[in-house]
């Protein structure tokens, strides 16, 4: 299970932080990815870590801007998004590299 928490609305240029909780599964073990949906949009992918996090990916619309990790032993993903636009509006989801299932997601909205 993959439960993701921390969207909210923020200002043009402000920051959150977003978690996904694991459980059910050996979450050490996997590569795992944030991806996005925004309103009347495909998903689109928005970065992956490797399974020991010393290996991280971005989507080219948000390289420098935001930050993944993983904290293996409280079996917990993170994004960290900083300098927000209002295109980076979205629903954002966790998951397993390769895996189609998704967690409900949590809402990110940025708008002044």
């Known amino acids: 299970q993959l439960v993701e928490s921390g969207g909210g609305m923020v200002q043009p240029g402000g920051s959150l932080r977003l978690s996904c909780a694991a459980s059910?599964?050996?979450?050490?073990?996997?590569?795992m990815n944030w991806l996005r949906q925004a309103p009347g949009k495909g998903p689109e992918w928005v970065s992956g870590?490797?399974?020991?996090?010393?290996?991280?990916n971005y989507a080219d619309s948000v390289k420098g801007r935001f930050t993944i990790s993983r904290d293996n032993a409280k079996k917990t993903l993170y994004l960290q998004m900083n300098s927000l636009k209002p295109e980076d509006t979205a629903r954002y989801y966790c998951a397993i590299a390769g895996d189609p299932r998704r967690g409900k997601g949590t809402l990110v909205t940025v708008s002044s």
């Open positions: 059910g599964f050996t979450f050490s073990s996997y590569r």
């Open positions: 870590i490797n399974s020991s996090g010393g290996i991280t």
